[in-house]
């Protein structure tokens, strides 16, 4: 089992930055990747960043260069670094770990972009 709590959101004015922690707990070893999505009430769920275990790293064109997705290997903590945020960066933001063809998620972190 994988546990997963994501913390860090809150409310920051446009042009600011937040860095989103994903701390997971349980059976570590096995974790494929960590994907960060963002929800909007009412709207699809959106793919945000990727960071496997190999280092690899992806992101949606709509955060590229902007925000940076790293692991913290002995605190068994991903992060998602979050500058020049703006308004439409608002949403619930996820963790969720892809470990031998499951997928386990966060309880989601609310970002919100505002001035």
């Known amino acids: 089992q994988v546990q997963l709590v994501e913390s860090g959101g809150g409310l920051v004015q446009p042009g600011g930055s937040l860095t989103l922690s994903c701390a997971a707990s349980?059976?570590?070893?096995?974790?494929?990747?960590m994907n960060w999505y963002r929800q909007v009430q009412g709207k699809q769920r959106e793919f945000v960043a990727m960071?496997?275990?190999?280092?690899?790293?992806f992101y949606a064109d709509s955060v590229k260069g902007r925000f940076t997705t790293t692991r913290d290997d002995d605190a068994n903590t991903w992060y998602l670094e979050m500058n020049s945020l703006k308004t439409e960066d608002t949403a619930v933001y996820y963790c969720?770990?892809?470990?031998?063809?499951?997928?386990?998620w966060g309880q989601g972190t609310q970002v919100t972009v505002s001035s």
């Open positions: 960071l496997s275990n190999d280092g690899t790293t």
């Open positions: 349980g059976t570590i070893v096995g974790i494929n990747a």
């Open positions: 969720t770990a892809d470990r031998r063809g499951r997928n386990y």
